[in-house]
């Protein structure tokens, strides 16, 4: 399944890909599409932040499942602590 998101901000549009794995954007208009961040697991849920200039995301995999965030361009991903065993589906 594919999960998508708005900016209204920076006037962008999000969304996972799963196959293969990563996540794009582009404007509104749906031109300049790009490639923000690739080599993902199994994307699963998105959420922006345009104020703090996040984007945040589920990523499942078979051995553990991790919550992540990066820039609004995909710049300084960082992986985001969850409790044991949790499972990440979505993000609220």
Known sequence: SAAGVGDKI????YWTVNFPHRIQRANLDGSDIEDIVEALDHPQALAVDPAGGKLYWSDTAVIEDRLLRSNLDGSDIESLPVGEGAASWGIA
């Open 10 to 13: 920076g006037w962008k549009l």
